[in-house]
């Protein structure tokens, strides 16, 4: 027994020196760091906390992420940190800020949420829905160009290989949204949205639809009807199914 507890040390000692041992245990340790945009109101907080929580409270749209915050989640025993950047105007030098600190210490890909136009914040509530509850076409077109807008902010920083191994667009609030899939994922998988990608299309973006909770629009619109807790479960399935093939395939590139 001694003289094996003493070989056992020695292999420690060289593997120390030779420096295989904190490479290994680097190795084991490796948090896949994954940077998390979208402009205000398209649901970043929600989705994050869909994915360690059944069914989540939903955010209060008076609540909105100010400043950069770190989400650390398992997932099937793989280590994420979440960066969830700020989506307002105003943060966006904290946002570059976030967005080159995680850089810095290399990241594995970028998820960038949008919801079609669907975003909800402090203001807008009269803008976005009438007093039948009805959305307004014209304030959804105007935020699905705010949401082509941001690509321009940081595609030049994150918009190829040389940045991050893999994108995922997760299209949020599937629940509003349901009834016109077809039309949705086709402008985000091919249309105008796609179009704007320019340089990040290298990365060979999929697009995912997906709801983090059941909520009407603004507390007032109606949600689409087709979507149900089946189709919530399915897309979150999914969803994990892609985000983990995507870190895999960044490991053994």
Same mark, same amino acid.
């Given at each position: ?10 292999? !420690?000692?060289?593997?120390? *020196? ?31 906390? =869909?994915?360690?929580? =059944?069914?989540?409270?939903?955010? &209060? !749209? ?6 950069? *915050?770190?989400?650390?989640?398992? !997932? ?27 850089? #810095?210490?290399? $990241? =594995? ?8 136009? +669907? ?10 829905? &009438? &007093? ?9 077109? #105007? ?24 994108? !995922? ?9 349901? %009834?016109?899939? &077809? ?17 990040? *299309? ?13 909520? *009407? +629009? ?10 149900? %807790?089946?189709?919530? $479960? ?20």
């Amino acid at each position: 027994m001694l003289a094996e507890a003493t070989a056992a040390l020695e292999l !420690i000692s060289t593997a120390h *020196k030779q420096g295989w041992l904190d490479r290994l245990i680097t190795a084991v340790r490796k948090k896949h760091k994954v940077v998390v945009l979208g402009s205000t109101g398209v649901g970043k907080t929600n989705f994050l906390n =869909s994915l360690t929580e =059944s069914i989540p409270s939903a955010v &209060d !749209i008076m609540n909105r992420t100010e400043i950069a *915050k770190k989400h650390r989640v398992k !997932i099937q025993k793989s280590p994420f940190i979440f960066v969830d950047t700020p989506g307002q105007e105003p943060h966006k030098s904290r946002r570059l800020k976030a967005i080159r600190e995680a850089l #810095a210490s290399h $990241i =594995s890909g970028v998820i960038n949420v949008v919801s079609y136009g +669907y975003h909800e914040y402090r203001i807008g509530s009269k803008d976005a829905v &009438d &007093d039948n509850g009805i959305v307004s076409e014209e304030f959804l077109s #105007a935020h699905r160009e705010i949401e082509i807008a941001a690509l321009e902010e940081w595609i030049p920083v994150l918009g190829g290989p040389e940045a991050a191994g893999w994108l !995922i667009t997760v299209v949020s609030k599937a629940d509003l949204w349901w %009834d016109r899939r &077809d039309e949705v994922l086709e402008y985000y998988r091919t249309g105008a949205y796609y179009e704007a990608l320019g340089s990040a *299309k290298s990365l060979h973006p999929i697009v995912l639809e997906y709801s983090s909770v059941f909520q *009407k +629009y603004f507390g007032k619109a109606r949600m689409s009807g087709d979507f149900e %807790d089946n189709d919530r $479960i399915r897309v979150k399935a999914h969803l994990i199914e892609e985000l983990l093939a995507a870190v895999g395939k960044f490991k053994n590139g």
